[in-house]
């Protein structure tokens, strides 16, 4: 029954994407496009190329997943069709397991044209694992960013959600070396910039297109802030029904 309702959810959420051109867009070809004007400059080797696609690939899911779980949420509340939703028979977590898949299937779609732009002005040359590592690396990597940006919009006032989000979203893409590679950071943020969620996401991807072993320190972290994340997702969940429904 649950996973029938989360389906129907799926269903009817990815045509809400499909109908609002606003959020396609900017998801859709800003990946691409940032890749051209900050990326495909400074890169003169191969493997100049699989570093930044790698950068580009999580930096796509990342706006997928962070904008659709917030706004979804921070929409919701200031919507009345939320509060008859709330009277049907299932948990929050249901629509959070549709916008997750939703989420998904977009970030898919970014990285598929992101690839194809990659593919036709640089050297990229990744092998069938390293594809697949990165792959499941970009996905698994997601959940602690959706979460924070479920967490966003349940503990942030609708009116507030967006402004807090951008400016969430822009330090971890900046900090987290994902548009210059952590070379291109200054030595007072990659100090720190280590302990940062989309860090610890850019060394796992970073060092399977290189090649070199994952480290754990970072997967451990990543473990670590989906932890955190849920948690306070959750926490947030019951602080917006006690305001709302009390």
């Not at 400074?42 to 659709?68: K, P, R, S, W």
């Not at 942030?156 to 548009?179: C, D």
């Not at 007072?188 to 070199?212: C, H, K, N």
Request: with cysteine; net charge neutral.
């Amino acid at each position: 029954m649950r996973i029938r309702l989360t389906y129907h959810h799926l269903r009817m959420q990815v045509r809400e994407v499909v109908r609002a051109p606003g959020f396609l867009v900017p998801i859709f070809l800003f990946p691409s496009m940032f890749f051209m004007f900050f990326a495909y400059p400074t890169i003169e080797t191969e493997q100049d190329a699989n570093l930044f696609l790698a950068c580009y690939v999580l930096y796509a899911i990342l706006g997928v997943v962070f904008y659709l779980l917030l706004g979804e949420i921070a929409d919701d509340h200031r919507n009345a069709w939320d509060d008859y939703l709330q009277t049907l028979p299932y948990g929050s977590w249901t629509r959070i397991s549709g916008w997750f898949l939703t989420a998904a299937i977009a970030a898919v779609v970014a990285v598929v044209l992101l690839c194809i732009t990659a593919f036709a002005s640089t050297p990229v040359h990744l092998g069938i694992g390293q594809w697949l590592l990165l792959l499941v690396v970009g996905m698994i990597g997601a959940i602690p960013h959706a979460l924070l940006g479920a967490c966003i919009g349940y503990w942030i006032r609708p009116k507030f959600a967006y402004p807090a989000g951008n400016v969430v979203y822009f330090t971890l893409v900046y900090v987290g070396g994902l548009w210059t590679l952590p070379r291109g950071l200054p030595d007072w943020v990659d100090w720190f910039s280590s302990y940062v969620p989309t860090r610890m996401w850019g060394e796992l991807a970073w060092a399977i297109v290189d090649g070199q072993r994952l480290p754990i320190f970072s997967a451990v972290g990543l473990l670590a802030y989906s932890i955190l994340f849920g948690g306070l997702t959750v926490l947030g969940i019951q602080h917006y029904f006690r305001l709302r429904y009390r």
